[in-house]
């Protein structure tokens, strides 16, 4: 797959800030594992394949079963094989008490390669989708998979009842989605809007406001700024949940932050992040 990113490194920065303590081992592997998958996903839909090819894939995810490969393209083949093994892999690491979640992982991958299907079909067909639809296949796409499930799925701190509270999308989970979708949005604008990818929310938002990028953005930050706050006060107040739960969903856009504001888009133009992954995870240093 050579027209797609190759972040392995990356994403094991992103497990890391996800379970950054020691003894987070397996965890730490298991959303490696995920994301790496993940970004060649994103580019599979974004950048290479056709919007037929698209919706064989996605009926492919949504059958979730090897004898699918018969109604897939044969560059697609091996990719999805590979794929569902190494998901089904993941369920086989967790514990018999834990083995419920791979169910909830696996129709969350569902949800987001329909989200993505939805924008390959606006992209295919010239549409510039409203705000509002951009917004909420974004999410749909962004908060059950990598807001939930993915920092939860080998979490030894959850229990069922915790992970179908999470999974309902209460405010709090749908506050952190709103700020990962746009930081990610305002840092990967332009090289998406050069691109000619599918409409962002932010492109959705300056045509429906009749805005400049700039004027879009003010608002955008002003929205994040808003979202955090409300964050940060369902992390103080009691919840259905534990606060050391709520804090795993937290570092996932602690990450983001790190990753898409400090580096301007660093996850695909990684050169900008090799100092610093020198500096945490090869360099010594002194105690």
């Not at 639809?133 to 009842?161: H, Y």
């Not at 706050?229 to 990450?255: D, S």
Request: glycine share 4%.
């Amino acid at each position: 797959m050579p027209y797609a990113r190759d972040r392995l490194v990356e994403c094991y920065l992103w497990g890391l800030g996800l379970y950054f303590e020691p003894q987070h081992s397996r965890e730490r592997i298991m959303a490696t594992k995920y994301l790496a998958f993940l970004a060649l996903l994103d580019d599979i839909y974004d950048v290479y394949s056709t919007y037929e090819d698209c919706k064989f894939l996605t009926q492919a995810i949504n059958r979730w079963d090897e004898k699918a490969t018969n109604s897939l393209p044969f560059y697609l083949r091996d990719f999805y094989l590979k794929f569902i093994s190494t998901i089904n892999g993941l369920g086989d690491e967790l514990k018999p008490s834990e083995k419920y979640r791979i169910q909830y992982f696996i129709k969350s991958i569902q949800l987001s390669v329909e989200g993505f299907l939805q924008e390959v079909e606006w992209n295919t067909k010239g549409q510039v989708p409203s705000f509002i639809e951009s917004k909420s296949a974004s999410l749909e796409k962004l908060a059950l998979n990598q807001i939930v499930c993915l920092p939860l799925l080998g979490s030894v701190e959850v229990t069922e009842e915790a992970f179908q509270w999470l999974a309902s999308i209460p405010p709090v989970v749908l506050d952190i989605s709103t700020v990962a979708r746009f930081i990610n949005d305002i840092f990967t604008f332009e090289r998406e809007d050069k691109a000619s990818l599918a409409p962002s929310t932010l492109k959705s938002y300056m045509i429906e406001h009749n805005l400049t990028e700039q004027e879009a953005v003010a608002w955008y930050e002003l929205y994040i700024e808003e979202a955090w706050k409300r964050v940060n006060q369902g992390c103080l107040r009691p919840t259905k949940v534990a606060t050391p739960i709520l804090q795993r969903l937290v570092n996932y856009i602690r990450v983001i932050e790190v990753d898409e504001r400090r580096f301007s888009d660093g996850f695909t133009n990684c050169k900008n992040l090799k100092e610093v992954l020198s500096l945490l995870l090869l360099e010594p240093f002194s105690l």
